[in-house]
């Protein structure tokens, strides 16, 4: 009885299995063929001065607009695309569209781009991104890229070049979901890092029902960018509450559903909260 039930149970494992695996490869069917149409397209989220409100910038986030299931986020997708290595593509054709935008001055202040990791310790990265918004009339001293930490780490002396040609032409480099990955923060201070965005795990245990451990991080984390000169972006921001707290810890910018969702419409001259 007991063997019976352990092999319905490892069947049933195995049926599960084909099915995530079947899953997979249609997506990543799905994905080549989005790409083809490209498919893509850039959302942006403000991201906003605490002080006063005051809109600096727009970090661009990826959507995809699937023929039959709609509206896709990146955690639906993200996953098969960096294992594929189809993601360098779908980047490429986002980056295009967001540099239109930059073009046509669309939006107030900066627009930030998401690279990952292994995209960005590919080959000609820096090469062809500035060579693809020269092409496209976008101004690269408007445009910053997040990474995060992993994208340095491997091969540091390189990743340093990197950055340092980046920010010979204008383009400044955001450190994204600071304090989720193994800070080295020997690192930290050889890079030419313009801010740390603070991850929203952290700024979510803010404000009312705070945890202890999320206000020492973010402390900790506002206190390391403090003396070292760099400035910081809490994402996440989700409530008055927790802008408020923010504010009284010295934290200069903030992203967040408080301040705005990310949207494909503008409005000029926008100023919020
Ligand atoms: P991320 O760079 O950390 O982006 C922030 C994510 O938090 C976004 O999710 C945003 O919509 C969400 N968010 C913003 N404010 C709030 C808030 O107040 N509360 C909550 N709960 N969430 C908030 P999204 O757009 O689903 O993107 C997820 C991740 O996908 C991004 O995380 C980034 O790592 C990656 N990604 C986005 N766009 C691109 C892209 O063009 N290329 C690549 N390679 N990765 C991208
Ligand atoms: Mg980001
Ligand atoms: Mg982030
Ligand atoms: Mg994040």
Not at 119 to 147: K, M, N, Q, T, Y
Request: glycine share 10%.
């Amino acid at each position: 009885r007991a063997k019976a039930c352990g092999r319905d149970r490892s069947e049933r494992f195995d049926e599960a299995m084909r099915a995530e695996a079947t899953r997979l490869l249609d997506l990543e069917a799905d994905l080549r063929r989005a790409i083809l149409q490209d498919a893509f397209e850039p959302w942006f989220q403000p991201i906003v001065r605490v002080a006063d409100g005051e809109v600096v910038g727009h970090e661009a986030l990826l959507r995809w607009r699937h023929e039959l299931h709609g509206m896709l986020y990146p955690a639906e997708f993200i996953g098969v695309g960096e294992d594929s290595g189809l993601i360098e593509q779908v980047d490429w054709l986002m980056y295009r569209h967001v540099f239109r935008h930059l073009a046509a001055g669309a939006s107030p202040g900066y627009v930030s781009i998401n690279v990952s990791p292994r995209h960005f310790r590919s080959g000609d990265f820096v090469e062809r991104l500035l060579g693809l918004a020269d092409e496209a009339g976008a101004d690269p001293r408007r445009l910053r890229i997040e990474i995060t930490e992993v994208a340095l780490l491997d091969d540091a002396p390189r990743a340093l070049r990197m950055l340092n040609t980046l920010r010979t032409h204008g383009v400044l480099v955001l450190l994204d979901d600071f304090g989720t990955g193994f800070s080295a923060l020997s690192y930290l201070h050889r890079f030419p890092i313009q801010a740390l965005k603070i991850d929203q795990s952290f700024v979510q245990g803010l404000g009312s029902g705070m945890h202890a451990e999320s206000l020492a991080l973010v402390r900790a984390i506002l206190a390391l960018a403090g003396t070292l000169g760099i400035d910081t972006i809490a994402e996440g921001v989700e409530t008055a509450q927790q802008r408020d707290q923010l504010h009284a810890l010295g934290c200069q910018y903030g992203q967040g559903y408080f301040y705005g969702r990310p949207s494909n419409a503008f409005e000029p001259g926008a100023r919020i909260a």
